[in-house]
């Protein structure tokens, strides 16, 4: 089994709707959790972190995590052309604020139809 | 503020010689990672410096490669007798010391070995 899957994708939404990206890791000790953004051809770019069980909202972007269930997932509201990407998961498994690897998923391709 | 930067754009090579990446963090960041994206797959860790010295080497493939950080600054990936299979975008990330973990990555540079 992977450290972190991402196996829903590619995701195709009209323009306007919900995209839900999910992920999932196996590592229990995992602190902390990220979602990159990555257009074709360009390095990952940090959409939102999250630390704690719940969810944590910024502009169309909602990052959910459970950690009793190992899931943490991405929302996006309102979904434009432009968010069309491929988004990566990462997981690091040490406390905040200190230094450790990320490890990511294979990402998910995310594409919005106008 | 400067972001990340990393030379070359491209690199292509063939089978057996030596290459040197570079990557140049952003300023003040004191831990620098390298990565590894094959197409279609998330980043892959390779070494993690905090400051000068190499805190977590346990990414690196093989004793072919290499990296270095002799000032605590720009930092050059080295790769000895390259192969076909070395071929991917190699990302560099910094971050600053404390506080959020959020990794800045560079745009990349994409290795063909030919």
């Known amino acids: 089994q992977k450290e972190v899957e991402q196996n829903s994708g590619p995701l195709s939404v009209p323009e306007g709707a919900i995209a839900s990206l999910n992920c999932t890791y196996s590592d229990r000790g995992s602190q902390s959790f990220f979602w990159y953004r990555q257009y074709s051809g360009k390095s990952p770019e940090l959409i939102m972190f999250i630390y704690s069980n719940g969810d944590k909202e910024d502009g169309r972007f909602t990052a959910q995590l459970n950690k009793a269930s190992q899931y943490v997932s991405l929302l996006i509201r309102d979904s434009q052309p432009s968010d069309s990407a491929t988004y990566l998961c990462?997981?690091?498994?040490?406390?905040?604020?200190?230094?450790?690897?990320?490890?990511f998923g294979k990402g998910i391709t995310l594409s919005v139809r106008p | 503020g400067a972001g990340v930067s990393q030379t070359p754009s491209n690199k292509v090579t063939e089978k057996g010689k030596y290459v040197e990446l570079r990557c140049d963090p952003i300023?003040?960041?004191?831990?620098l990672y390298w990565y590894r994206q094959s197409l279609g797959q998330g980043p892959e860790f390779l070494i993690y410096f905090q400051g000068t010295g190499a805190a977590d080497d346990s990414g690196l493939p093989n004793d072919r490669f290499f990296a270095v950080r002799p000032e605590g600054s720009v930092s050059t990936l080295k790769i000895q007798r390259t192969e076909r299979g070395d071929s991917a975008v190699y990302l560099c990330?910094?971050?600053?010391?404390?506080?959020?973990?959020?990794?800045?990555f560079g745009p990349g540079t994409r290795l063909t070995v030919l």
């Open positions: 300023s003040g960041h004191t831990a």
């Open positions: 990330a910094s971050r600053s010391s404390g506080g959020a973990d959020t990794q800045y």
């Open positions: 990462a997981v690091n498994t040490k406390p905040t604020g200190a230094n450790s690897k990320l490890t």
